[in-house]
């Protein structure tokens, strides 16, 4: 059974740091990618980052480049998001997910193209 389980939200101050991780087991295939996602309340999940197993390619949403960096340990099948200079703005439930068959580039951030995801971990930016 594929799990992923989140960990490292939670409440920072605008300008603050957060790392938050991605445990991946259960996969009886590599996978093709994982990406990370977010949903704000009221508004639609969107892709925030993801990384390509296959090369360690990484991709970002326009609004975090500079700010995030997505890596990985597959000794540890884990992937992490850290997140640097946080932003109100940021606030939202951040969910990892993961995807065994190849995901075309212009739509490797879309959430529709993944299968597995993980129960999400609570990001909340505010002074």
């Known amino acids: 059974q594929v799990q992923l389980v989140e960990s490292g939200g939670g409440l920072v101050q605008p300008g603050g740091s957060l790392r938050l991780s991605c445990a991946v087991s259960g996969l009886t295939l590599d996978y093709y990618a994982i990406g990370w996602f977010r949903q704000a309340p009221g508004k639609e999940r969107e892709g925030v980052s993801c990384?390509?197993?296959?090369?360690?390619?990484?991709y970002y949403v326009d609004s975090v480049k500079g700010r995030f960096t997505i890596s990985r340990d597959n000794a540890k099948n884990t992937v992490y998001l850290q997140m640097n200079s946080l932003k109100p703005e940021d606030t939202a439930v951040y969910h990892c997910?993961?995807?065994?068959?190849?995901?075309?580039?212009?739509?490797?951030?879309?959430?529709?193209?993944?299968?597995?995801w993980g129960q999400g971990t609570q990001v909340t930016v505010s002074s």
């Open positions: 990384i390509i197993n296959s090369d360690g390619s990484t």
């Open positions: 997910a993961a995807e065994t068959k190849d995901i075309r580039v212009g739509v490797r951030m879309d959430p529709y193209e993944y299968d597995y």
